[in-house]
């Protein structure tokens, strides 16, 4: 089953409006990564969060590790087209394994 | 520099047949992984392996084997192919084990009919 439960599962927003998804574990992550799967593409690195309550930004992304490093979100403010995509999130349990969210497909129309 | 490299990218199986996905990587990294992405389902672990001559199961091994004789390749083998899986198959590697940025392949897109 789901080691990592991720919501919504899609998301269409008008151009210039604000969009979050959200990561869910029911244990503890070691540290949490996430992705963006370009349509008809592969996965490819955003960013990693380690640290208890950890934020980091990226221009107009904004990522968040929970107190309790079992949840995580990401935040786009302002979308644009080129934002399309799903976003994975993914979480370290087990030393050697990631569990991939199911992703949020994510639609901006212009 | 190639990166992750993925053969083939499109694959039409029957039901029975046997077949063998590949990937390879040059940036000399430790770890390589496969997953299979399914509508709703998000990228679920096949196998995985921690070096050359190591390997374990990851969530969904079941029908699928793989080796790892070289720190480059990490061949996926489907030993007799079922409809369930169809699916879009990723391998990916990554230079340690905890909290290393994957870098994935284009992706194998696999019917089996």
């Not at chain 1, 269409?12 to 869910?24: A, L």
């Not at chain 2, 047949?17 to 940036?27: E, G, V």
Request: glycine residues 10%; positive net charge; contains cysteine.
């Amino acid at each position: 089953g789901q080691q990592v439960m991720q919501i919504p599962q899609y998301q269409h927003v008008q151009e210039g409006e604000d969009f979050t998804t959200y990561c869910n574990s029911s244990t503890t992550l070691s540290n949490i990564q996430w992705y963006k799967q370009r349509p008809g593409g592969h996965p490819v690195f955003l960013i990693q969060l380690v640290k208890s309550g950890e934020v980091k930004k990226q221009k107009r992304l904004t990522f968040q590790f929970g107190e309790a490093k079992k949840n995580s979100s990401l935040h786009i403010t302002a979308t644009q087209t080129t934002d399309v995509g799903t976003y994975f999130c993914a979480g370290q349990r087990d030393f050697n394994k990631f569990y991939f969210g199911s992703g949020t497909k994510l639609n901006v129309k212009p | 520099n190639a990166g992750v490299t993925q053969t083939p990218k499109f694959q039409v199986l029957k039901t029975g047949q046997s077949m063998t996905l590949q990937c390879a990587q040059d940036m000399n990294h430790e770890y390589m992984s496969w997953y299979r992405q399914d509508p709703g389902m998000g990228l679920r672990l096949i196998h995985y392996s921690v070096g050359a001559g190591i390997t374990d199961q990851g969530e969904v091994p079941n029908g699928y084997n793989v080796s790892r004789s070289t720190t480059e390749d990490f061949p996926l083998r489907l030993l007799s192919a079922a409809p369930s899986q169809t699916s879009v198959y990723f391998c990916a590697s990554s230079f340690g084990l905890l909290g290393s940025e994957a870098f994935f392949g284009q992706g194998t897109r696999l019917t089996v009919v």
